[in-house]
Structure formats: structure tokens, C-alpha cells
């Protein structure tokens, strides 16, 4: 026996038909809003979002030597500002120090950051540079001494001051000053470096026995010293010793002379100087060595 379907489970028309084309109705709405979106992903969007960054060029600071006798000094530029297509003038964000304050020596980096409102943004950096310039040290000079200001560190514009100790003169500049330039990394001093020299007029060269300086000084030397003898053997009669010391007088042209004898006779007798030889007042030698010299 034929049993039928349809009398078993009754359908209804009106619902086959409603599940039917509520799927294609949902699938028509997705398929729209999926074309809509692609539509505004590449033609509104790309027409109305900013995405130029604004432009910013920093200036170029030129290096520069620090103060005299410092490793700083004040540094100067003009500040940059920033164009937007959008925004007109951006005013960067600075960061580090500004113009105007102390710099140390070496190079400084100073970044300026500028942003749109749309968030683009760019930046560029400042580079500003101190050179301290320093000068060789000095060496050690014999027989005197120097002092330098500032003593720990020669830099440009430091000073140094020679001097020598008692029985010497300085030959050269007293004072010598740290120089230098831009172009160069080591300073160089103005002067050269002084040197202390005995007072004697005598080289060691000058001692040499057979230079013609040294054979007329031994004549002289001989000379004087039997002068000197004879004033010391007679030394407590007064008169005799007065008139043997104006026999024995220089002329004028000899004076140069009896001065040089003065030194050499203060060196055999325990004197560097012709200070020490010609103001001792204790020595009669010496005094007598004054006398013959000073009178005309």
C-alpha cells in the first residue's frame, strides 16, 4: 500500500518560500556593503587623509674657538620653522639647549621635531661645535723658573712668566701667551721659550786655550792679580796703598776691561757675580776692585 509523503508531514507553501528568500535577501545586503566598503577604502579615503610631512631645514653653525683662557663659550644660530601644505607654519619642539647659553667644548646636537595635525611629521638636527685650542707645555728652564696662568691646562690666551735666580739674566721674552686658530687642533706660542744666562760676559767657548780672547784676558788676569798682591801686602799703611791704587787706575777705554778683571778676580776668590763682586763691602779685595774701576 502507497503511503504519500505529504500526508504524513504537511508542509506549508508560504514558509518554503520564506526561508527561502530570506538567505538571498541577507546575501544581497552583504554583497552591497562589501562593494561599498572596497569603493571608500580606495577612492575616499586616499582623496581626504593628509599624508605630506612638513618640511624643516636646520642652519648649518659654524664651529667655533672657546673664550680666551676658558673650553666654553656662547653659542649663536637662528632658529628653524617648519611648512605644512595644511598647516602653514609649524613651530618645532626643541630638544637641548638653545642659542644664547654656554656651550662646552666638543660637539653638541640640538633636534628640532615638527608635527602636523594630521600627524605627519619630520625633523632635522643642529650641530654646534666648540674648539679649545691648547698650547705644548713648557719645559723646565735652568737655572730660573716661570709661572703660568691657569698652571693645569694651556689654553688659548694662557700666560707664562720666566724669571731667573740670582747670578743670571734672562736672555729672551719674560712673557709668552698661548695662540691659535680655528684651522689648526694644537696652539702654538707667540714667543720663543726664554733661557737664563750667567752675568759673567764669558762663554765657556770664550775659554778655550788657545782663543785669542783667552790669551789676552790670562795677560790681564796676571797683571791685575800682582796689582791685587801687592795692595794686600801693603794693605795696612794707608798712604803707599792709595797712591799704588791711582798708579794703577784705568783709562776710559779701559774700563770695559778692569770690569771683566772685577768678575774674573770675584770668581777666584768664591764670587759668581759681578754683583757679589762689585758691592761686597766686607772684602777689601773687592772694594779695592771698585775703587780702581770707579775712578777717572
Not at 173 to 183: A, F, H, L, R, S
Request: proline letters at 6%; hydrophobic letters at 30%.
Amino acid at each position: 500500500m502507497a503511503i504519500c509523503l505529504s500526508d504524513l508531514v504537511p508542509v506549508s507553501r508560504d514558509t518554503v518560500f520564506y526561508s527561502h528568500g530570506g538567505r538571498v535577501k541577507r546575501f544581497l545586503i552583504g554583497l552591497i556593503l562589501a562593494i561599498a566598503g572596497l569603493i571608500s577604502l580606495f577612492c575616499c579615503h586616499h582623496s581626504h587623509r593628509d599624508r605630506t610631512s612638513p618640511s624643516i631645514a636646520c642652519p648649518y653653525v659654524e664651529p667655533k674657538l672657546a673664550d680666551q683662557i676658558q673650553t666654553n663659550r656662547i653659542m649663536y644660530w637662528k632658529e628653524p620653522l617648519a611648512h605644512d601644505n595644511k598647516d602653514g607654519t609649524i613651530t618645532p619642539q626643541r630638544g637641548g639647549p638653545g642659542p644664547g647659553v654656554l656651550f662646552n667644548e666638543g660637539s653638541t646636537y640640538v633636534k628640532y621635531y615638527a608635527r602636523d595635525r594630521a600627524g605627519n611629521h619630520k625633523s632635522c638636527i643642529v650641530k654646534v661645535t666648540v674648539i679649545v685650542v691648547r698650547c705644548p707645555a713648557v719645559s723646565p728652564i735652568r737655572d730660573g723658573y716661570f709661572v703660568c696662568h691657569p698652571s693645569d691646562d694651556l689654553v688659548q690666551g694662557a700666560t707664562c712668566h720666566f724669571g731667573c735666580y740670582r747670578g743670571h739674566k734672562l736672555s729672551g721674552y719674560q712673557t709668552i701667551e698661548c695662540m691659535g686658530t680655528i684651522d689648526k687642533s694644537h696652539g702654538h706660542w707667540n714667543n720663543p721659550q726664554p733661557i737664563c744666562e750667567s752675568r759673567s760676559h764669558f762663554n765657556d767657548s770664550h775659554w778655550s786655550p788657545n782663543h785669542p780672547l783667552t790669551m789676552k784676558l790670562q795677560g790681564i788676569l796676571i797683571v791685575i792679580c800682582f796689582v791685587i798682591t801687592q795692595l794686600l801686602t801693603n794693605i795696612s799703611s794707608g798712604n803707599p796703598l792709595e797712591n799704588l791704587v791711582r798708579r794703577n787706575k784705568p783709562s776710559s777705554h779701559s774700563l770695559e776691561e778692569f770690569e771683566k778683571t772685577c768678575e774674573m778676580c770675584g770668581q777666584l776668590y768664591g764670587y759668581d757675580t759681578t754683583y757679589d763682586c762689585m758691592t761686597d763691602p766686607s772684602n777689601k779685595v773687592f772694594r779695592l776692585c771698585l775703587r780702581a774701576v770707579g775712578r777717572k
